[in-house]
């Protein structure tokens, strides 16, 4: 996990002021990766001079520890916002679907935004339509705002 702080110095009063909002980061691989990274920088950059924020990465790859998989649950769970990178050439990993739900169920009483960023060309969007309408039904049943590229 990588956790990152915008802007890189956090004072005092700043912390006083401004609210902190948080941002959670699932990403399929680096290319994914460093596409939701930026993604998540133009927000940051876009909401500038309304909170201070806090970003984490976790990879498909390092869910696959247990203790780290709950860990990120936990941290998604008390987030603003989640996002969830990854090609969508292929179907949600069972695991990080079982992720999905758990930290789903960990945020009663929140309104935390889900975003599906998808990175594929035109021959997985057979694919990429199965997974947002995965998402958007997890998304509605859990009371989640659901957000997603085409």
């Given amino acids: 996990m990588l956790t990152l702080f915008s802007p890189a110095s956090i004072s005092q009063q700043d912390s006083e002021e401004k609210p902190v909002c948080s941002?959670?980061?699932?990403?399929?691989?680096?290319?994914?990766?460093?596409?939701?990274?930026?993604?998540c920088e133009n927000l940051m950059h876009d909401l500038?001079?309304?909170?201070?924020?806090?970003?984490?990465?976790?990879?498909?790859?390092?869910?696959?520890?247990?203790?780290?998989?709950?860990?990120?649950a936990e941290m998604a769970a008390m987030a603003d916002v989640v996002i969830l990178a990854l090609h969508g050439r292929a179907a949600l990993p069972d695991d990080i679907q079982t992720?999905?739900?758990?930290?789903?169920?960990?945020v009663v009483g929140r309104n935390p935004i889900l975003i599906a960023l998808f990175n594929t060309s035109d021959d997985g969007q057979e694919t990429v339509a199965s997974t947002r309408v995965l998402l958007g039904t997890m998304a509605e049943t859990a009371g989640l705002t659901f957000l997603h590229t085409l």
């Fill in 23 to 39: 941002a959670v980061i699932i990403y399929e691989d680096i290319e994914t990766g460093k596409h939701a990274n930026h993604f």
């Fill in 48 to 72: 500038d001079g309304t909170a201070l924020w806090t970003k984490n990465l976790w990879s498909f790859k390092v869910l696959d520890i247990p203790h780290v998989r709950c860990a990120a």
């Fill in 99 to 106: 992720w999905m739900e758990k930290w789903a169920g960990r």
